[in-house]
């Protein structure tokens, strides 16, 4: 069954330092998505993302982050200047068109910010 | 705001036996429900999507239920299996934007025993 594939499956990195963060999502899946969830806290989300462009995204998702889809596979998420605060893991989804479809999730990204 | 509520927090159940996780959400405008299972280390995997319209949906073992007039749900784990440890969570989503502002509750930390 195609999955959504995530790399790499932890980075640390320092404060300060950008850090990008990589998925590829199901082939034929349309929408893309980034979640995040802080050890023992909810999954929360961060930014969804169609047809090349932010279809929406949170008040978390400041000018410190950024997505994009550099070629017809991957789909990355980057944080400029991380902070403390940034540790936590990131999930990336994706789904096809058909409407109420699933999200798939990756096994996620930890990011520890030293 | 919109939020999601799971009860309990944690639950243990000895094999073989039953058990129902509860959920109450205030979101607007609802889309649709959704309860996904989490394994440790892993991304969330869908287990049922339930809209406005849909008052009960089984996938296997799993039967969820939507009472969208009290804003409730219900998952219902029937003969549960050793490998059916994992936490269990609602999302909501909200909007007209399909999937993309999900709302998650915090989860039910389930522990199936021998």
């Known amino acids: 069954e195609p999955e959504v594939t995530q790399t790499p499956s932890h980075q640390v990195t320092q404060m300060g330092q950008e850090v990008i963060l990589r998925c590829v999502p199901i082939?034929?899946?349309?929408?893309f998505y980034w979640y995040r969830q802080i050890l023992g806290q909810k999954v929360e989300f961060l930014v969804s993302?169609?047809?090349?462009?932010?279809?929406?995204k949170s008040e978390i998702f400041d000018d410190q982050f950024s997505v994009e889809r550099p070629d017809g596979s991957n789909f990355t998420l980057k944080i400029r200047s991380t902070k403390l605060e940034d540790s936590a893991m990131y999930f990336c989804?994706?789904?096809?068109?058909?409407?109420?479809?699933?999200?798939?999730f990756g096994n996620g990204t930890r990011l520890t910010v030293t | 705001k919109n939020q999601v509520e799971q009860s309990p927090q944690s639950l243990i159940i000895l094999e073989g036996k039953n058990c129902t996780l509860q959920?109450?959400?205030?979101?607007?405008?609802?889309?649709?429900l959704r309860w996904y299972k989490q394994d440790t280390g892993r991304g969330p995997v869908s287990l049922t999507i339930?809209?406005?319209?849909?008052n009960t949906k089984s996938n296997g073992r799993y039967t969820a239920t939507l009472d969208a007039d009290t804003k409730q749900s219900s998952l219902h784990i029937t003969a549960s299996q050793l490998s059916d440890s994992a936490s269990y969570i609602c999302?909501?989503?909200?909007?007209?934007?399909?999937?993309?502002?999900?709302?998650f509750g915090q989860g039910t930390e389930l522990s199936v025993k021998p």
């Open positions: 993302f169609y047809n090349n462009e932010i279809s929406e």
């Open positions: 339930m809209t406005f319209s849909e």
């Open positions: 959920c109450n959400y205030t979101v607007s405008p609802f889309s649709n």
């Open positions: 999302v909501v989503s909200a909007g007209k934007n399909q999937g993309g502002k999900l709302i």
């Open positions: 989804a994706s789904r096809d068109r058909v409407h109420n479809s699933p999200l798939h």
């Open positions: 082939s034929n899946h349309l929408y």
